[in-house]
C-alpha cells in the first residue's frame, strides 16, 4: 500500500468534496470512492452467497490488523466492539472498586465515556472529574488529582469540545506512579494525528470508525495492553468473546485470551467493511504529512478567524491545538443551518462551531468558509 499521496491527491479519493466544503470530520468523516465500493461489495455479498461468514469474518480480522497497525499495536490487543461507550463499560465490568475506588476524568471527556464511569458508582466507584480552565486543561491539574486511591484515570487525546490536545504525558507518568490504569479515548485524534500506544504507555485506548478514521459508525476499537487482558472478566459477554466463537457451548464461559475476550455479540459486518475501506484510504498518506498538513490548516483558521474579530474556544497556545477550531457563536446552529445552505458542513456543540480538519481539507475549504461567515454576520448585522 503507497503512503506517498499528497493532500491534493488523497482529496481527489473523496468525490463530494467536489461541491461540498466538509469540515465536520470531528462528527463524519467525508465519503471516499473506497467506501461507496465497500458498502457495494458487502451488498453484493449478500446477494451473490447471501451466507458469506468465512468472508465477514474475514473482513473484521483484517479491520482489527489495520487499526492495530495505525496505533502500533498487535492484533491480539484489539477488541472489535460497537462503540466507545461499550468498550468503556467493558473495561469498568472488569475492575474492582473496593481497594481503590476512584475514577479521574476531566469535564473535556465525550460524555458517553464519563456516563460509564459514573454509572459504576452504585458498584463503589467514586468519579473525579478534572476541570478545565476556559477549555484548557492543565496538567499540574490532572495530576494532583490522581493519587493512591485512584484505579483508573481517563483521558481523551483530543477534547472533542474545542480540539484541545489534553495533558496525556503528564496524566500517565503520574498514573504509573501511583499504580492507576489508563484509558485514553483518541476518537478526536485517530486517523488524523499519528498514535503510538507503545509511546503514549495507556493500558487502553479507544476510537470509534465513523469520524477521521473515514468510516461508518456501528464498529469501534478497543486496545488492551499485552498481557492484561488475561487477568479480566468483563460482566458483558457473548460468543465472540470465547475462545472459539463456534464451539457453541452455552454451559462453559471460556474466555478468549487476549483482547477479543472484550468482544460480545455479532459484529457489525457492514461497519468492518466501511472501517476497512477507511483505514486502506488512510493509509493512502504518510500521517506525519497529514498530520502536518491539518496543523497548518487549523492555525491558518485560528489566526484568520481571530483576526476577522470572531471568538474561538480553541487553545490559543498552537502546541495545544488538535484538528478542529472551535468557533464561538450566539446561535451555533443556525450558523450550522447556514452554512449547510452554502454546502459548507460543520459541526454545532454547545456554545461553538466546530470547524474540523481532515488531510483532504485544504486553503481554499478556508476561504470559503470566512467568506460566508462574513456573509453571514453582514447580514444579521443589517437585520
Ligand atoms: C471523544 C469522543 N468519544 C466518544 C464518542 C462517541 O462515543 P460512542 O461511540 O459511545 O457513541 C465521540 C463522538 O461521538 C467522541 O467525540
Known amino acids: 500500500m503507497t503512503a506517498q499521496f499528497t493532500p491534493d ?6 468525490p463530494g468534496l467536489a461541491d461540498t466544503v466538509h469540515l465536520a470530520s470531528c462528527s463524519q468523516g467525508a465519503l471516499s470512492g473506497e467506501l ?7 451488498l453484493g455479498s449478500l446477494r451473490d452467497q447471501a451466507v458469506a461468514w468465512d468472508r465477514w469474518m474475514q473482513e473484521v480480522e483484517t479491520a482489527r490488523g489495520l487499526f492495530a497497525q495505525l496505533i502500533g499495536a498487535r492484533s491480539d490487543e484489539i477488541a472489535v466492539l460497537s462503540n466507545a ?10 475492575l474492582r472498586w473496593d481497594e481503590r475506588p476512584t475514577i479521574v476524568t476531566t469535564d473535556m471527556e465525550f460524555p458517553s ?7 459504576q458508582r452504585p458498584l463503589g466507584a467514586k468519579v473525579c472529574h478534572v476541570a478545565d480552565r476556559d477549555g484548557v486543561v492543565e496538567a499540574e491539574d490532572y495530576v494532583r488529582s490522581i493519587d493512591e486511591t485512584t484505579h483508573l484515570v481517563s483521558i481523551p487525546l483530543v477534547s472533542y469540545r ?4 489534553m495533558p496525556v504525558r503528564e496524566a500517565v507518568t503520574r498514573a504509573r506512579e501511583v499504580g492507576a490504569r489508563v484509558f485514553v479515548d483518541a476518537y478526536q485524534a485517530a486517523g488524523v494525528l499519528p498514535i503510538d500506544v507503545r509511546e503514549i504507555d495507556c493500558d487502553y485506548l479507544v476510537t470509534g470508525a465513523l469520524k477521521y478514521l473515514l468510516g461508518l459508525p456501528g464498529i469501534a476499537f478497543l486496545y488492551v495492553r499485552d498481557g492484561l487482558a488475561a487477568e479480566l472478566e468483563p460482566r458483558l459477554t457473548g460468543w465472540f468473546g470465547q475462545r472459539d466463537p463456534f464451539g457453541f457451548d452455552p454451559r462453559r464461559l471460556d474466555f478468549a485470551d487476549h483482547a477479543r475476550r472484550f468482544e460480545t455479540g455479532t459484529p457489525a459486518i457492514a461497519s468492518a467493511y466501511g472501517a476497512v475501506a477507511g483505514l486502506r484510504t488512510l493509509a493512502r498518506i504518510d500521517r506525519h504529512a497529514g498530520a502536518a498538513h491539518v496543523g497548518d490548516l487549523v492555525d491558518e483558521t485560528h489566526a484568520r478567524l481571530v483576526d476577522a474579530g470572531e471568538r474561538v474556544w480553541s487553545p490559543a497556545d498552537p502546541a495545544r491545538r488538535g484538528p478542529q477550531v472551535a468557533l464561538v457563536d450566539d446561535d451555533p446552529v443556525a450558523l450550522t443551518r447556514y452554512l449547510a445552505r ?3 458542513v460543520v459541526s454545532p456543540r ?7 480538519f481532515h488531510a483532504y481539507n485544504n486553503r481554499q475549504d478556508i476561504d470559503v468558509l470566512l467568506a460566508a ?10 437585520t
Open 373 to 382: 461567515l462574513a456573509d453571514y454576520r453582514a447580514g444579521r448585522a443589517a
Open 85 to 94: 461507550s461499550e468498550a468503556a463499560y467493558q473495561v469498568a465490568s472488569s
Open 342 to 344: 452554502r454546502r459548507i
Open 162 to 165: 474545542n480540539g484541545a490536545r
Open 9 to 14: 491527491q488523497f482529496r481527489a479519493l473523496f
Open 350 to 356: 454547545g456554545h461553538v462551531v466546530r470547524i474540523s
Open 113 to 119: 465515556v464519563a456516563n460509564v464511569w459514573l454509572a
Open 36 to 42: 461507496l465500493f465497500a458498502i457495494q461489495e458487502y
